[in-house]
Every structure is written in structure tokens, then in C-alpha cells.
């Protein structure tokens, strides 16, 4: 009555063994390690820069423990975090600039379970230790950039196209194409209309003027937030890249905000300087027929900047290249006066423009003018001598080196679609991350050690089985995490530890079902079967409910949420498994062999 297939203890037996093979790594703990990647998605980390990066370190006297090839980088773990330090110095100084070395830390678990796969969970950054960013894309300022963008496109159109046109105005959050007849304004229309499918075109007229109200389609709108959302994630992950962080999380989280977390980092002014700033180039011509007015406004067609030492430069409204061009930039010094400059590489459309752009204004002032914040400066307003080709742009004007490197970073990254704004920060320390790991880890041993007692005193013999299938649980549990790489946080232990308080539940359920059925007088070999088999259909149904419950928290939550949600349901299903198939199969080794079982001790 009372005895499982041998098959079916195969299984759990295997079950078991896998469970342990893939907590273990978790219990051997990590090792400072470097990482070296590539820093161009064209250049890929082989088996070649493996043989680099070991010969750097034993030119250096450094004896890495472990030394790998995995996921696109290079990874050596050391015994000590002062080798650890040394080998990042040394190989930032011998590799070239294509590369970023990072600190890291890998396990220390044997070769044997990393060949099986079998990896440690990684610790999220209230464990770990790090900094928190939550960003806030602004919306209205991706929709304006578009607009001022279509305002330049349209003028070139009606130009190109020789329709007369009046001008064209931003209105709010639409265009004002003026026209001085209704035939050119027809002609524009048609122009307007096949080029720029995403954008509403409406007639009015004011008095003898003959306008085309264009505004975007709310449909395109969205795109644009959307598109605006996604460019700068791309951007973040690039300058996350740049910073030298190994394993950040970069995600987006709701419509318009993104949240940045990078482990190991503490030098938080740092990190949000280069995250937050919204760096962008463009090039354009000075307008040297003009002299800015002190408190007037810039005339029609120009733009008032001013420069590095605070003078003010009238410069043309056309822009004749933007950062979008930029293939590379790298700090450097300039070969005539050593100061710290910018040297940027553009692509070959970008190159085309800066070429005829130089040929048709020889003699006059070109003026590079940088953008953070929404805010333009001049870099630099020289005078152009020649005909500049290739495609390769120096800029330089009263830097420092750091400033160099940083501008050369941002325009490296790209631009930011929108600006954002850092609504939450939150920075944990690497002593505070390991703290929060001992209270975590104490607090789930101390609730399994009372839950043990009071098992064992309750119910005896059958309490032992109990805590036998929550120990077994608490392993598959852990071992699920570890094999789905899942990122473990205090919220996430605070899962396990709920787990475990609901995963006894089912074992008092049975506990529970065979005392009565006991105390009918039924027998004991029988009251064991009854017992289990009558309450699976309770047991069942409260796990759904609360398997339910985390499903909508996960489709729902964000964050520490939904990690907290994937504990709860991963563990719902080992408690499942482990209350009923587990225990069911040491009870089974326990009584089952007992045809005429006198009593068991369930207390």
C-alpha cells in the first residue's frame, strides 16, 4: 500500500543529486578578479587576447588562480584584492584603448562543477554592494527635439523643391508653415505630405497669409517616446561600458524610466556625472556679418553662445554635422600647442559634409559647439585654411585632460535621445552588502532551527520527516536559482525564508490528516495512505492561490518585486514537490515495509 516504483525513488534520488551539485558553488564564496572586454562591438575576445592578457601578467610577476575565456571577455581571479588591484593597473597600461578592464569577482567553486555548468547565484546590489540609479526620461523634450528637427527638414524640402515659402515657426506643439499663396501652399502640402508620412497637415489661413498647421500623429508620438526610451538605454550601456563596470543591470522599467545599478562601484559622483550628462556635437558656421547685442536677443536666423572664457559668438541656425556622425573620439594632445584635445573620427556621410562644408567656406570661422543639459557651448571657432577631408576633426580650447577624456566618452558613447533626470539614488557599501548577506542568511537558519523544534516536539517521528522534506526543499529551491543564474537580493531571501514558513504548511496538512484519520480508528498502514492522498487537494489548491499571487507580481512589480515574486513561485513548486513526493518516500522507507504496522509516532 505504502511503497513507490523503483523508478519513482530513481528519480528523486536524482533530483536530489542535482539539487545538490548546483547549490554547492554557492557555499565555496568568490575571488577578486579583472575582467578585460572589448570596447567596439567589431573586436571580440579570443583565445589570442587570453595569451595577451597572460603574458602582461607574468611579465608582471602576477600568477592569476584561474585564468578564462567566457562571455565575450577575459576573466583572471586572484587570491588577494592587492593582485587583484595590481593586474587592473597593468593591463590598463599595456593594452590599448579597445579594451576595458574591470574589477570583478568570480567563485571559487572547482573546476569539475564549472565544467557541470553549475555556477553561484549572483548577488544583487543590496548584497554585493554598489550604487542605484532610478532615471526619468523626459518625454516632452524628445517630442520637441523631433519637432525642431522637422522644422530644418521641412526648410530644406520647400528649398530643394524651389516652393516659396514665408517661413516656418514652432506653434506649441506643432508647426507653422507660412506661404504667401494658396498655389504654393498646395505644392508644399503634396511636398509635405509624401515625405513626411508621421506628421497631420491641416490648411489656415490668417488674413493674406496662407498657412500648413503640422503637428504629429499620436501614433508617431509614441514611437518616438518609445524609440527615445530604448536610444538611451543603448547610450547608458555604452557609457556603463566606458565606466569599467563588470555585470551592471541596465533595464527599463515602466513608460519613461530606466534603472541603472552598478556593482562594486562606491565612487558615486562619479557614475552620475558620466550617466547623467547629455553630451551631443554640432557644427556650425559663424556668422561674422553680425556682433551679438548685449541683452538683446540673437538676430533672425542666428544663435548666441558663448564661448570657453564667457564671450559671446553669433552662429547660424543651420547645422551643418551632428554628433550622430561620430564613428569614434579619443583624448589626445594637439601637435602644435600640446594642449588637451578631442580627436573624432566621422563616418562616411559625416566626413562627405564636414568636406564640402570646409571647401565652401575657406577664410571664414566654423564654430563646434558642445551640448550638455540642453545647454550649447563653443569648444572651439577657428578659421577654416583649407579644405578638410578624411573625415577626422580635432577640437581643442582651454581643457583640461580630464575634461578631454570626458567629452571624448560621452560623443564615444553617444547621445542621450532625451534628457533625464536621476529621481533616486541609492548607494550601498561592500561592508553593509555583507552584512545584509550574514542577516539574511542567520535569519533563514534561525527560522528553520525553531521551525525544526517545534516539528520534532509536535509531531515526533513524522516531524522529523517533515523538516527531512523542508531541508530538501530549501536545497531544490537553491539549486533552481543557481541553475537559472537568478540574481539574488534581500528581497529574494526574504522569499526564501517565506517559503520555507509556507512550505511546512503541507506537511501539517498531512501530519494533521493522518492523526484523524487515526483517531477513526482506521489503521496505520491505511490512515498513512488516506492521509496523503486526501490532502493533495487541499494542498493543491492553497499553492495555487498563492502561486496566483506571484504571478501577478511578477507581471505587475517591478524590481526587487518581481525577484521577490520568482522566489515565492519557484518555491511553491519544490515545496510541492518535496512535501508530498519527498516525504511521502522516506515515510514509505520508513513504515511501508511494515505490513502490519502496530502504531507510527506522530505524537
Known sequence: MNQYPLWKYLLILAALLAGLIYTLPNFYGESPAVQVSPLHSNLKADAALQARVDSILKAASLNPELLML??????????????????????AAKLSDDYVVALNLLPRSPRWLTDLHALPMYLGLDLRGGVHFLLQVDMKAALNKSLDSATEDIRTTLRDKDIPYAGVDRDGDQLVVKFRDADARSKGEDEIKQRYSDYVLNDQDEGKEFHLLVSLKPEAAKRIEQSAVQQNLLTLRNRVNELGVAEPVIQQEGADRVVVQLPGVQDTARAKEILGRTATLEVRMVDETRQPTPGAPPPFGDDEFKDREGRPLLVKKRVILTGDRINDAQPGFDSRTNEPSVNINLDAVGARLFKDATRENVGKRMAIILFEKGKGQIVTAPVIREEIGGGRVQISG????????DTALLLRAGALAAPMQIIEERTVGPSLGAENITRGFNSTKIGFIMVAVFMIAYYLMFGVISMLALASNLLLLIALLSMLQATLTLPGMAGIALTLGMAIDANVLINERIREELRNGVTPQAAIHAGYDRAFATILDSNVTTFIAGIALF?????????????????ILTSMFSAVLISRAIVNLVYGRKPRLAKVAIG
Do not use: H, P, W, Y
Open 555 to 571: 507581471m505587475f512589480g517591478s524590481g526587487s518585486i518581481k525577484g521577490f515574486a520568482v522566489v515565492l513561485c519557484l518555491g
Open 398 to 405: 582651454s581643457m583640461s585632460t580630464q575634461e578631454a577624456q
Open 70 to 91: 567566457e562571455d565575450n571577455s577575459v576573466k583572471a581571479r586572484f587570491a588577494s584584492t592587492d593582485d587583484q588591484l595590481k593586474a587592473k593597473d597593468v593591463l
